[in-house]
């Protein structure tokens, strides 16, 4: 049956019939990218959903992409967007999954579904810095997952763009990468980008490699007509006028002076300190004597503080009791009122509408949003009170501030009001001159494309000194950590992750770096801040605090302080901070166990499992995987290599040392299938312990690559992945020919070398790459680790040169076939062209990010990690 037509659908669904723009947009079946310049109050978020909801699940059109990454400059109630969403899918009886990337464990892993639609949302740090393959929050080994996914088969939904500061700039240079890449490399899903704000300028995406487009965007641009700009919403009236008062305590007494009973208040300041400052100095007037005599004054306002320095757990309650819709409601309120007393946060994504709106001054874009939260209903009307310059403009320049203060005193002599239809009749007045600086936009950091492909190897830096892209998401000190407090010794040099637990995104506090490093530093050591070290798989005590990067996740202990339940983060605060109790644990341990692995090196948490053998679970990714490739009808012949390379990803698993790994007793109580030699998982209980003694840091994905050469290398030495490729260039240096020697020969009939053999170059170091990097812990860079180091016998993550793996059977095309015993080789490791393997990795790597580009190499990536988890998950013996 068709789908109903489009208008109609959208009133079913979001319970109000479309207005022009957002049927327009609704009715258009091509996806692209996209600018829409719509006000506040005017339905953005049902405009954007919507659209995507109706062609790509209910239409089913491929040609949209499957997920919708939903990207806020700010994370205060991302909550609110998330539960409108999810009213709008279960009005519509379709079934989209919908998930919060705020940091910390994740009920659902969006990840193992990459061919399901699936809505993402997240703040720009979460999202773009997983889009830039450095996630936040996230265990190392998990990035190169969610960066295939949100880089391909996404349409990314950019809101307020005018807060997004650098991330708006990289945003656009991400844009014209992936375009890019689809034109001159090979495009597998569409990826596209809606840039939206009350204030769109089209200017501000003219970056460097995106500004070829921007005009032609600009000319297809969604804004409502002129005509339809009058009556309902554009003629709500809000008296704007100046105000002298800075001084906190001045602030407080006008707020109070003007406030009325039983109606909501908003007072919005440009700092976080200030906006505490305030609302203390509110809370004293509100009260009257002192000590344990203090009492609230008769008729004295309800008061709430909201910055963006509150843990989950404090800030999941705000849309429910004070800051949504429904609970500022006249009949919700106090009979007193309420005067919420907030930072920036509230600019964004916040449903409330005050009869009384007094502002920092800030820079012109900021005040229309604040603009938006009086009087946002129709028939309503309210008053703006503008403050004048504070002593600092932080975090803002001089000059837009200076830009504002004359636009606003222009506005306030012209119109006396800040109604939509006013604002816009007031930008449409506006000198060209005055415009231009009302709208000034220059990001302090540009992405290019090499910082791109440097970010595609995750290869831990054995300085600590990764490439911190903290600059291409906020600048200055606006970037930052997330903390959470446990009760642990304060003395203590290093904590297992047993001893800390699971970390859930409740009780992760947002502080700017600048300041958790000052809080280190402060009590002479009395404060230690620990980090989880991915390769020893434990959290370390922060010696260098310098040296914390911003989008690291810390734990202080309880007995540091800094924080309280009221006030938020407060460095000041020296009382015991309360731990926030963990959510009850999923009865499905697989998330759990995904995040666990992907903290640490040397974690193989995957691998515990019902009891399976190579075979079984390779043939099981395999199906997997060509369900995931069907559903988005990606290429046959790519279908077939991604097959071949989950048969293959677990074929070092049957090196003695993952084997011994196994506990003899365990396998003994297991029956047959316990004995066997080529297991590829096991129960949790049946493991010898943490990792693998005999050889630390063994990793099975290098031994499984290092297998599949090797078999080649037998069967067909001249290959042109191998011998072949580089034979003039081996003569030229005089080097010979290496072939195998005759006893160790394969005939090419054999099924799984005829496989490898019917390959070519590129198609086998596709193969190979996808087995090697299937954890995430093994990828572009083969060296040794510092647990390598430290055995000081030469290994590449636990693997030694001469190492041999017993015959062991695995998945083949047709049935499984037996896999000859096998040498495995480091030689690929070395720089150059060997006499054995020909080129290098790290070569065949560049060569395939040539071909294919980082975006979609990480996409296939992405896909075999999805099928190997699914498979794992699967208990088939």
């Known amino acids: 049956m068709p789908p109903p037509p489009y208008a109609a659908w959208f009133q079913t669904v979001a319970r109000f019939s479309p207005h022009g723009w957002q049927r327009a947009l609704g009715e258009a079946t091509r996806c692209g990218h996209r600018l829409l310049r719509i006000p506040t109050g ?9 659209p995507w909801l109706y062609h790509r699940v209910l239409r089913e059109d491929l040609g949209w992409p499957t997920r919708l990454v939903f990207c806020f ?3 205060t109630l991302v909550e609110q967007t998330e539960a409108d969403i999810k009213a709008w899918i279960e009005r519509s009886g379709l079934s989209v999954a919908v998930h919060v990337l705020m940091g910390g464990v994740e009920a659902q892993r969006w990840e193992l579904a990459p061919e399901q639609p699936a809505i993402l949302l997240g703040t720009q740090d979460m999202l773009l810095s997983r889009a830039m393959n450095r996630g936040y929050g996230t265990g190392r080994a998990w990035w190169p997952w969610p960066f295939g996914l949100v880089s391909l088969d996404a349409l990314w939904v950019f809101d307020e763009i005018q807060l997004m500061d650098v991330g708006l700039a990289t945003s656009a240079q991400l844009a014209a990468f992936r375009d890019h890449d689809a034109t001159a490399r090979r495009r597998l899903r569409p990826s596209h980008a809606w840039w939206m704000s009350a204030t769109l300028q089209p200017w501000w995406l003219g970056t460097v490699d995106f500004r070829g487009q921007v005009a032609a965007l600009d000319e297809q641009a969604v804004r409502i007509p002129e005509a339809e700009r009058q009556g309902g919403l554009w003629e709500v009236s809000k008296s704007i006028e100046l105000g002298d008062a800075t001084a906190e305590a001045d602030v407080a007494k006008l707020a109070l002076e003007m406030h009325r009973p039983g109606t909501l208040s908003l007072v919005v300041v440009n700092q976080v300190q200030r906006a505490v400052d305030l609302f203390q100095a509110l809370d004293d007037r509100c009260h009257e004597r002192k000590g344990k005599m203090r009492v609230r004054r008769p008729g004295a306002p309800e008061l709430k503080l909201v910055h963006s320095r509150f843990r989950g757990a404090e800030r999941a309650q705000w849309r429910h009791d004070f800051l949504g819709r429904a609970a500022s409601h006249p009949e919700k309120l106090p009979s007193e009122g309420r005067i919420i007393i907030a930072t920036q946060v509230v600019e964004a994504g916040v449903d409330v509408s005050a009869r009384l709106l007094i502002t920092d001054l800030a820079p012109w874009s900021s005040l229309v949003q604040r603009f938006g939260r009086c009087a946002r209903y129709e028939g309503e009307s309210g008053a703006i009170v503008v403050l004048g310059k504070t002593k600092t403009a932080a975090p803002y320049a001089e000059a837009e501030l200076d830009a ?8 306030a002599r012209s119109a006396g009001d800040a109604s939509p239809r006013a604002v816009d009749a007031f930008e449409q007045a506006c000198a060209p001159e005055l415009l231009g600086r009302l709208y000034r936009y220059t990001p302090a950091h540009i992405l290019r494309r090499r910082d791109v492909d440097d970010l595609f190897d995750t290869t831990p830096d054995l300085t600590g000194s990764d490439l911190d892209v903290g600059r291409y998401i906020r600048s200055g000190e606006d970037r930052d950590v997330r903390v959470f407090w446990r009760s642990v010794d304060p003395a203590s040099r290093t904590l297992s992750r047993e001893q800390v637990g699971r970390v859930h995104r409740a009780e992760l506090c947002p502080v700017p770096v600048r300041e958790l490093r000052d809080f280190v530093r402060a009590d002479r050591g009395g404060r230690p801040a620990f980090t989880l070290d991915y390769v020893l798989g434990a959290y370390l005590r922060v010696d260098e605090v310098d040296r914390i990067p911003p989008g690291s996740t810390l734990l202080l202990p309880s007995s540091a302080g800094g924080y309280t339940a009221d006030l938020g983060w407060n460095p000041k605060a020296s009382a015991e901070v309360v731990p926030v109790a963990p959510p009850a644990e999923p009865a499905d341990r697989a998330a759990l166990r995904l995040d666990q692995s992907a903290e640490a090196a040397e974690d193989d948490s995957l691998s515990h499992a019902a009891w399976k053998n190579i075979a079984t679970h390779g043939r099981e990714t395999a199906e997997q995987l060509r369900d995931i490739a069907t559903a988005l009808r990606l290429p046959e012949r790519l279908a077939e290599l991604l097959e071949l ?9 049957a090196h003695a040392v ?3 790994a196994i506990r003899q007793d365990a396998r003994a109580k297991a029956g047959e299938v316990g004995l066997r030699r080529d297991l590829a998982k096991a129960p949790d209980g049946a493991w010898t312990g943490k990792g693998y003694p005999t050889r630390p840091g063994f990793r099975h994905e290098l031994a499984s690559v290092l297998a599949l050469f090797s078999l080649l290398r037998r069967a067909n030495p001249r ?7 580089c034979a003039e260039l081996l003569a030229a240096l005089g080097e010979p020919l290496s072939a195998a020697p005759p006893e160790d020969a394969i005939d090419e009939s054999h099924p799984l070398a005829r ?3 019917g390959l070519s170059e590129e198609e086998l170091n596709l193969v190979a790459f996808l087995v090697c990097a299937h954890h995430g812990k093994v990828r572009t860079a083969w060296t040794s680790t510092p647990l390598d180091q430290r055995a000081g016998h030469g290994d590449i993550h636990g693997v030694r040169d001469g190492d041999a793996l017993d015959p062991f059977a695995l998945a083949a095309a047709q049935g499984d076939a037996q896999v000859p015993s096998l040498t495995l080789s480091l030689e690929l490791a070395a720089l150059g062209v060997g006499a054995h393997y020909g080129v290098s990795w790290s070569e065949r790597v560049a060569g395939l990010l040539e071909a294919w580009g980082p975006f979609t190499l990480a996409y296939l990536e992405a896909l075999l990690r999805a099928a190997d988890v699914r498979a794992s998950m699967d208990a088939t013996s």
Request: glycine share 12%; no cysteine; net charge positive.
């Open 645 to 653: 390379a989950a048969r293959w990803h677990d074929a070092g698993k």
């Open 404 to 411: 504002a203060a004359e636009a606003i005193a222009k506005l």
């Open 73 to 75: 400059p700010m994370r």
């Open 755 to 757: 496989e490898l053999a």
């Open 42 to 50: 005017f339905g953005k978020t049902a405009g954007v959903v919507l």
């Open 658 to 660: 993952f084997q011994d």
């Open 719 to 725: 290959h042109a992945a191998l011998l072949g490729g």
